[in-house]
């Protein structure tokens, strides 16, 4: 009997812990959504969303609050090729690549180094140079261009699509983001 109870007190207890949890996410993207934030406030966010400390993840959930559902997200996966993702596919790919054992030890950022923006009326777009790096790892950071297109609906600023391009020595960092 007292075996039975301990069980189910846990059972409790987790679910109450799995709900609070879930309010927290959910308050966290509303709260966001109602300050309005402009188009460069909502990309330099994802950039901080998609970093995490050693042991942590994401909460994919407020990354996905701030795409449309049918966003595109094309990245550069090899020095020849792309890869084209829907939201989820995108967020599924961070997702592989946070199972990494050294991603997991080290953790993993990504910031804004510097941003174009243009905005007009209900439009906009954002040439992002950005640094991407695994903490505690000996290669530098990465660098990265990430065009984004963004669209204003019912008040809030929303992530279209988004296309990554890697700079080497043979495709420099174009002189309006460096």
Known sequence: MCTSFLRHAAAVVLMVILIVSAAS??????????????????????YTLVSSEAGKTP??????????????????????????????????????????????????????????PMVFGNIAHILVLYEAHIPGVPRPP??????????????????????NEIPTKDRPLPAEIQ
């Open 142 to 163: 990465q660098k990265g261009v990430d065009s984004w297109e963004l669209v204003r609906q019912r008040g809030k600023w929303y992530v279209v699509s988004v296309t």
């Open 59 to 116: 909460d994919w959930n407020i990354v996905r609050s701030l795409f449309l559902d049918n966003a595109v997200v094309v990245l550069r996966v090899t020095r020849d090729s792309t890869a084209v993702f829907s939201l989820q596919g995108f967020i599924d790919d961070f997702v592989r690549f946070y199972g990494n054992p050294t991603v997991q030890k080290n953790g993993f950022t990504e910031k804004v180094v510097r941003m174009k």
């Open 25 to 46: 996410s959910r308050q966290i993207a509303a709260s966001s959504a109602s300050e309005n934030p402009s188009p460069e406030e909502v990309v330099a966010s994802i």
